[in-house]
């Protein structure tokens, strides 16, 4: 491979980008809890997530104000409800069904989520998840995530003390192939003080992640439904259209996310905001700086 200075130029941009994450990234394991909630991209999963070794079932009911995938969102805004089991064996192991259902439309659900995986701890700081996640769409497969089926996922986290830094990284496959990497930085926070008995406490868990990509999920999906879309809002890729470098690994998302939790010892209610701002779009969605609310509450039954 021949470099130009182009390439040299843009690969010491992600070399920097990446060197800044290893150098601020932090952890903070210090505070124990309580739940464990698979690591899925973009799902409304709690952020109070940990690894913990001991057999549970835990079920969730979340309310988001669009669906987001890997910092893109579709023309439309499809505000949606979701719920989620998940199974947690005391070896780390654990299986999981969620289901997500776009309000205002008849159906009864709009995408089936299963999949299964590993928790391990390498170190008192240093943990992490691999999955399988397979996605099932219905046949309008109206968000944007509908291009793919498959999810194979990797993430570590590392407790700095100070904070907590994850990175996340996802190959998908169905219609369309997609490499990911997400790398977070966030700050967990538990009131020493109780709000109605001796039993609760408030949890809040800013963060703020960069995710880098391709987006190959942007062009399938905008041919997939041609017919469909305005052209003010998508592109459609093919004769006498631009096709883009959706290919090309890139700078997709920055956002900046705030997580409030109320919790008590087998269930927590949690709302979060979440300021996206995506980049390098190159014309394929009308993508634009957008702030999404989420509501979750998950039971969990030892």
Do not use: C
């Not at 590993?118 to 008192?124: F, G, I, Q, T």
């Not at 008995?197 to 949890?203: A, E, P, V, W």
């Not at 700078?251 to 900046?256: E, I, K």
Request: hydrophobic share 40%; no cysteine; proline share 3%.
């Amino acid at each position: 491979m021949i470099l130009t200075p182009k390439t040299t130029h843009s690969s010491m941009k992600y070399f920097q980008i990446l060197l800044f994450f290893i150098i601020v990234d932090t952890a903070n394991a210090a505070a124990v809890k309580r739940y464990v909630f698979v690591y899925r991209p973009d799902k409304i999963v709690a952020d109070t997530d940990t690894l913990v070794k001991k057999r549970s079932i835990s079920a969730g009911i979340s309310y988001g104000s669009d669906a987001l995938f890997f910092g893109r969102t579709g023309p439309i805004t499809y505000p949606y409800m979701s719920t989620d089991v998940i199974y947690n064996t005391k070896e780390g192991f654990f299986v999981y069904a969620s289901a997500l259902k776009l309000l205002g439309y008849p159906t009864l659900a709009d995408e089936i989520d299963l999949g299964g995986g590993y928790a391990y701890r390498l170190s008192h700081k240093l943990k992490g998840t691999i999955s399988y996640n397979r996605f099932i769409f219905k046949d309008d497969e109206r968000v944007i995530q509908s291009a793919t089926s498959n999810d194979i996922n990797l993430k570590n986290a590392y407790d700095w003390k100070i904070a907590q830094s994850s990175v996340g990284l996802d190959y998908l496959f169905g219609k369309s192939s997609d490499f990911f990497a997400t790398f977070n930085i966030s700050k967990y926070m538990e009131t020493s003080w109780n709000v109605f008995d001796d039993k609760d406490y408030l949890t809040f868990n800013p963060g703020i992640s960069a995710i880098l990509g391709t987006q190959n999920f942007v062009q399938r999906y905008s041919i997939d439904h041609e017919n469909r879309l305005d052209a003010d809002d998508i592109a459609i890729f093919g004769p006498g259209h631009v096709n883009y470098d959706n290919g090309r690994f890139n700078m997709l998302n920055y956002s900046f996310k705030i997580p409030v939790a109320y919790n008590r010892p087998h269930y927590t209610f949690e709302f979060s905001y979440k300021y996206s701002i995506p980049v390098n779009v190159e014309g394929a969605l009308m993508n634009k700086r957008e702030s999404f609310y989420n509501l979750t509450f998950y039971y969990v039954f030892y």
